[in-house]
């Protein structure tokens, strides 16, 4: 089993930035991608980052390539996103996911779906105001 647990979130100004952290326990050891979804009100859940447990790849959706870093500590066991020059559109609660799906030589688009994922955290809200 493995526990998330985002941190990070909060109220900023457009233009501001943000980094959210996701810490997990438990046996991390297994997973080969870590993600960032979020989920704006009415709107389904969407990917926004992945990265690979080696670091050597990542992903980013359109809407927030060029503003959005996604990073990872093996040694801490913990995910980031760095979110600058944030907009009103950003606003949702963001969501970590790890998958144990897939193999290390898989290209990133294999963890595009969210059912690749097998464990979430609970969500933390960002809202960013005009």
């Known amino acids: 089993q493995v526990q998330l647990v985002e941190s990070g979130g909060g109220l900023v100004q457009a233009g501001g930035s943000l980094r959210l952290s996701c810490a997990a326990s438990?046996?991390?050891?297994?997973?080969?991608?870590m993600a960032w979804f979020r989920q704006a009100p009415g709107k389904e859940r969407e990917i926004v980052s992945i990265?690979?447990?080696?670091?050597?790849?990542?992903y980013y959706a359109d809407s927030v390539k060029g503003r959005f870093t996604i990073s990872r500590d093996n040694a801490k066991d913990t995910v980031y996103l760095q979110m600058n020059s944030l907009k009103p559109e950003d606003t949702a609660v963001y969501y970590c996911?790890?998958?144990?799906?897939?193999?290390?030589?898989?290209?990133?688009?294999?963890?595009?779906?969210?059912?690749?994922?097998?464990?979430w955290g609970q969500g933390t809200q960002v809202t960013v105001s005009s």
């Open positions: 990265i690979t447990w080696s670091g050597t790849r990542t």
């Open positions: 438990g046996r991390t050891f297994s997973m080969y991608a």
């Open positions: 996911a790890f998958s144990a799906s897939g193999a290390p030589n898989y290209g990133v688009g294999y963890w595009y779906a969210q059912d690749k994922y097998g464990y």
